[in-house]
């Protein structure tokens, strides 16, 4: 689904295929300790796709993206409903198959990249150490070499001096584009982003959404969004889902969700929204 609201990039030419789906959610419910919630979700993203799940904290929003990637705490399950990619139903994969996809075919940007960063040891050497255990054979030259290309993409100014920092020594904005260019060193065809810009200021907030719109641009990559800002979503995506204590009140293209918002919800939300 593709609008034309002015500031949005359209997919690469190399996306518009069949619409065949890289990643069908269908009417999944995730219950913790066995209370539902998020309930009855269902979502198609095709390749290249941008989708913006969008909602106040506690909408289920969070929740939804971790259990695409397998990563709901203990006390949570999909109970009912199903999960599948490239065709394949994720609910029954081996940790093994688990960590292959992960690594290959599809990442995720936490909110904080900080957080994940180990703060005693510099970006170089867990860069590195992420790529030759996904690459066994890889040596460490050639993974710092791959490494620092990718921060180059990130636009980060000499990839070098980052590689030999500490996560606290870099900015917020260049803590998130290290996370970045980790998650799509192995070039997946979905990325996974929780809030990536929430923590961020207005201008690094602008610089992560030019990033990640060059990915989808250059590599054709679908991105599955998280946001509470809807500006952004507007900006970004070509579908938004609009959630509210873990239900689905609107799924549909941009265009048709900002200008034409059939629940109430939806237009509070843009209502709130700040303009110039």
């Known amino acids: 689904m593709t609008g034309s609201r002015p500031g949005r990039e359209d997919p690469p030419e190399k996306n518009q295929v069949d619409g065949t789906p890289l990643l069908s959610v269908q009417r999944m419910t995730v219950s913790y300790d066995g209370t539902p919630a998020v309930s ?74 900080g957080a994940m960063l180990n703060p005693v040891r510099r970006i170089g050497a867990q860069f590195v150490e992420y790529i030759r255990t996904a690459e066994p054979d890889v040596t460490r030259a050639q993974a710092r070499e791959r490494a620092e290309a990718m921060l180059e993409r990130m636009a980060l ?34 990325l996974l982003a929780d809030e990536p810009t929430s923590a961020l200021d207005v201008t690094m907030q602008a610089q992560i959404v ?23 979503a507007a900006h970004m995506a070509d579908t938004i889902m609009v959630m509210r204590a873990g239900h689905v009140l609107e799924l549909g293209p941009t265009d048709q969700i900002i200008d034409h918002p059939t629940h109430e919800y939806t237009a509070s939300l843009l209502a709130s929204m700040p303009s110039l």
């Open 210 to 232: 030019r990033q990640m719109l060059a990915l989808r641009r250059q590599e054709g990559t679908a991105i599955m969004i998280v946001t509470h800002n809807l500006g952004v």
């Open 40 to 113: 009855d979700v269902s979502l198609d993203v095709t390749p290249g796709e941008i989708v913006a799940i969008v909602g106040e904290s506690g909408s289920g929003k969070t929740t939804v993206i971790r259990a695409v990637l397998g990563l709901l705490p203990s006390s949570g399950q999909v109970s009912s409903g199903d999960i599948r990619y490239e065709g394949r139903s994720l609910l029954d994969l081996d940790q093994a198959q688990w960590l292959d996809l992960r690594r290959h075919r599809m990442s995720m940007v936490f909110q904080d990249t």
């Open 157 to 190: 100014p000499d990839p070098r001096r980052v590689m030999d920092s500490y996560a606290f020594e870099l900015s917020g904005g260049m803590r998130q584009r290290v996370g970045i260019a980790m998650a799509m060193t192995f070039q997946p065809a979905l």
